[in-house]
């Protein structure tokens, strides 16, 4: 097997202010100048899938007080609060693609090299579905309990 490489790949492990590095126009010349479209949305991928995580924890609480208060409006907040995280995780799966094709533009892959999307990628491209239609049932569950709800308050005023 007497294949020589040019190529030699290294895995490095980034600190949280190193994922907040400028990206540059030719990666890895600093002479360049800033790439500012691929500077943000690294940085949209990388703290966006965190404010969908803090929504969605926001919107568990929210939905424990309206179960314990027996009252429908936190019920739809928790909806609408499951639609923002869903609207998060989608702008990071496409930021993350729209970076890697970006990526990809300007640097080319060496040959024994495959370029292909994880699981965990598959996961978020689930995940978000799960967030918009965990949202439209959360809201319908408010709304037809809402009217419920008043059908059987003036059920017991008769």
């Known amino acids: 097997m007497g294949e020589s490489s040019d190529l030699i790949t290294e895995c490095f492990s980034f600190t949280l202010s190193e994922q907040f590095m400028e990206k540059y126009v030719e990666p890895g010349n600093h002479n360049t100048g800033i790439d500012l479209l691929r500077t943000y949305l690294w940085r949209c991928q990388f703290l966006l899938p965190f404010v969908s995580l803090g929504l969605m924890c926001f919107g568990a609480l929210i939905g424990l007080c309206a179960c314990a208060c027996r009252s429908l409006y936190p019920t739809i ?59 439209a049932l959360f809201i319908w569950a408010a709304r037809t309990n809402r009217k419920e709800y008043t059908l059987m308050k003036a059920y017991r005023m008769a």
Not at 81 to 100: D, E, K, N, P, Q
């Open 77 to 135: 907040a928790t909806g609408v609060l499951h639609f923002l995280a869903g609207l998060c995780t989608l702008g990071s799966v496409s930021c993350y693609v729209a970076g890697i094709e970006l990526l990809h533009q300007k640097l080319q892959l060496p040959e024994n090299v495959k370029g292909e999307f994880g699981w965990s990628f598959c996961l978020a491209c689930v995940s978000a579905p799960l967030q918009f239609m965990a949202a």
